[in-house]
């Protein structure tokens, strides 16, 4: 059983930062993709970064690029979500997923796996 919990979330102002956590049990992520999704209240979920378990290798959405970082630190299992230059729009709950499959996909539905969200508040 794959279990995914997320941490870091606080409130934070804008223009500040915050780093998310992941931490992943439950099996090896060879051949993994790990992403971070967030939703608003209103809100569809959205996909906001992701990284190839193995490789390392990483891809954005357009909203979060130049501003959010996403590492793993595979000997610990555990994935991260650097945020610089936060905005008020950033304010969301943040989920960590993962897919078995190395494709770039950004839509939720294609995670079989989920953490249970982390609040993050950007405040203006």
């Known amino acids: 059983q794959v279990h995914l919990v997320e941490s870091g979330g606080g409130l934070v102002q804008a223009g500040g930062s915050l780093r998310l956590s992941c931490a992943a049990s439950?099996?090896?992520?060879?051949?993994?993709?790990m992403a971070w999704f967030r939703q608003a209240p209103g809100k569809e979920r959205e996909f906001v970064a992701g990284?190839?378990?193995?490789?390392?290798?990483?891809y954005y959405a357009d909203s979060v690029k130049g501003r959010f970082t996403t590492s793993r630190d595979n000997a610990r299992n555990t994935v991260y979500l650097q945020m610089n230059s936060l905005k008020s729009a950033d304010t969301a709950v943040y989920y960590c997923a993962a897919r078995l499959g190395v494709g770039e996909r950004t839509t939720a539905n294609d995670f079989a796996y989920w953490g249970q969200g982390t609040q993050v508040t950007v405040s203006s």
């Open positions: 990284i190839r378990w193995t490789s390392g290798n990483t």
């Open positions: 439950g099996r090896t992520f060879t051949g993994f993709t």
